[in-house]
């Protein structure tokens, strides 16, 4: 049987060529072309894949990558936004929470029964909204008989002419109805309660088993009682559509193509890497480190994950590392996992003219947002680019001269820069605004100007 990616990743990525994809990751990230080239020809590859037969495609690996990069470079960014653009279930985990097991943190296997979580309801979504115009013609046909309740007929009465006039009465209500004529009136109708019993997770089990031995045990606990609670109409119907929507729709089907596709499109981004970065003969935190790094292992070499939707493959989900790398290198990791990330690919500290592009060149860019944010209080806010540049380079020097945190710096200047007018906008007059050189000279040189205020404000 061939491997197909589902059917909405095909239509949408399927005819984007690498170029096309660094184009699209280009609307949001500055720079880092070559962690966009890599990951660009990791989903292309998936695409080349599920044209191949069955028995190559099941031998083809994803080729996992590892990013190396100073924080706020674009590490995460350009995953989060690949997994958008291929509309994969994607989960960001972070690498040292991994460490404390037993105590706060959590077993590797949880990542993948996350992203199967993510999958199941990214299935549902698409399944509601397929379902969604039946399951709004019944909601409206059962609230019609709650406010217009069918009256019976005479048995010696024109049977036919009473239906037709009830017809026609029931029309007439449900034109009222989409006028939202009817918005005003209660009705009353029978609301599912969500019970669900309080309990302890005895030490060592996950939630998955926990859940799944409590269901088998107390089937009746969990079906939730039903109580008579009056609401208004649009009320009403809302929670008669979402009600109608899930019997429409089959888990099980749900659960089965949402395992299907994240074993064949999910994508997985592991941070803080290098936090677990600890070779043999260390003492301490090293050793539980190295544990993670072991742990780890399997889930990205392939194995088989017990989820409460069925058993879950991990041959095929691409795994995404990232880390700063600062302390540890790349080769502290152990041999094995270094070589399940055969694809390395350094990003860039970020400068003054990166930092310029940020502030206006990506669709969501931190000067449009603030515009944006001003303009609901009317207020017309501009920036000169005298300004921007000037916002720049005071991004650059605290980052310089204090811990860098790359494009991360800039909303730190920004929220000090724009301070007074986001207290003040909803009392100000002079509704238009523009942020010019003297004016960002004016918040922010003196902080700039004493190091020791820079690192506790910016």
Do not use: C, W
Not at 260 to 267: D, L, T, W
Not at 274 to 281: C, F
Not at 435 to 441: E, G, K, L, Q, R
Request: proline share 5%; glycine share 6%.
């Amino acid at each position: 049987m061939p491997i197909y990616l589902p059917e909405k990743t095909q239509s949408s990525t399927d005819t984007l060529t690498p170029r096309q994809i660094v184009a699209e990751l280009d609307k949001y990230v500055v720079g880092q072309s070559a962690a966009k080239r890599a990951v660009a020809i990791a989903l292309r590859n998936r695409m080349r894949r599920q044209k191949l037969t069955p028995e190559l495609a099941e031998e083809i690996a994803p080729k996992n990558i590892l990013m190396i990069g100073p924080t706020g470079v674009g590490k995460t960014e350009i995953a989060r936004r690949l997994a958008r653009l291929a509309q994969s279930p994607f989960l960001k985990v972070e690498a040292s929470k991994f460490t404390e097991i037993g105590y706060v943190g959590r077993d590797v296997e949880s990542m993948v029964r996350d992203l199967v979580e993510l999958g199941v309801d990214m299935v549902r979504e698409e399944r509601i909204e397929e379902v969604r115009t039946k399951a709004t013609q019944n909601a409206e046909d059962r609230l019609l008989d709650i406010l217009l309740p069918p009256r019976p007929i005479a048995p010696d009465g024109d049977s036919a002419a009473a239906r037709e006039q009830q017809g026609q009465t029931r029309e007439r209500f449900r034109e009222q109805l989409h006028a939202g004529r009817l918005d005003t009136r209660v009705v009353e109708i029978d609301v599912r309660e969500k019970s669900f019993p309080s309990f302890e997770i005895i030490a060592g089990s996950s939630v998955e088993e926990v859940d799944i031995n409590l269901k088998d045990m107390l089937p009746g606990l969990f079906q939730g009682k039903t109580k008579r609670r009056k609401l208004k109409v649009p009320e009403a119907l809302e929670y008669l559509r979402q009600e109608e929507e899930q019997k429409l729709i089959d888990m099980d089907s749900v659960a089965k193509a949402a395992v299907e596709r994240v074993e064949q499109a999910g994508i997985i981004f592991i941070d803080e890497i290098d936090k677990i970065a600890g070779r043999e003969g260390a003492h301490g935190p090293d050793v539980s480190r190295e544990g993670v790094q072991r742990d780890i292992l399997p889930i990205v070499e392939g194995t088989t994950v017990n989820t409460k939707y069925g058993m879950v493959r991990t041959d095929h989900i691409l795994f995404i590392a990232a880390g700063a790398f600062h302390v540890s290198k790349p080769s502290d990791l152990i041999p094995e996992l270094q070589g399940r990330f055969p694809i390395r690919v350094e990003l860039q500290p970020l400068g003054k003219e990166e930092f310029i592009r940020i502030l206006t060149e990506p669709r969501s860019a931190l000067v449009k947002q603030y515009m944006a944010l001003m303009e609901t209080e009317g207020i017309d806010l501009t920036f000169s680019d005298d300004a921007i540049r000037r916002i720049a380079d005071f991004a650059t020097i605290v980052n310089e001269r204090t811990e860098n945190i790359g494009a991360r710096r800039l909303h730190t200047v920004m929220e000090k820069l724009l301070d007074e007018i986001s207290f003040e906008g909803p009392d100000l007059e002079q509704k238009t605004i523009t942020i010019d050189d003297a004016y960002v000279t004016k918040m922010l040189a003196d902080i700039v100007k004493n190091e020791d205020l820079s690192r506790y404000i910016l």
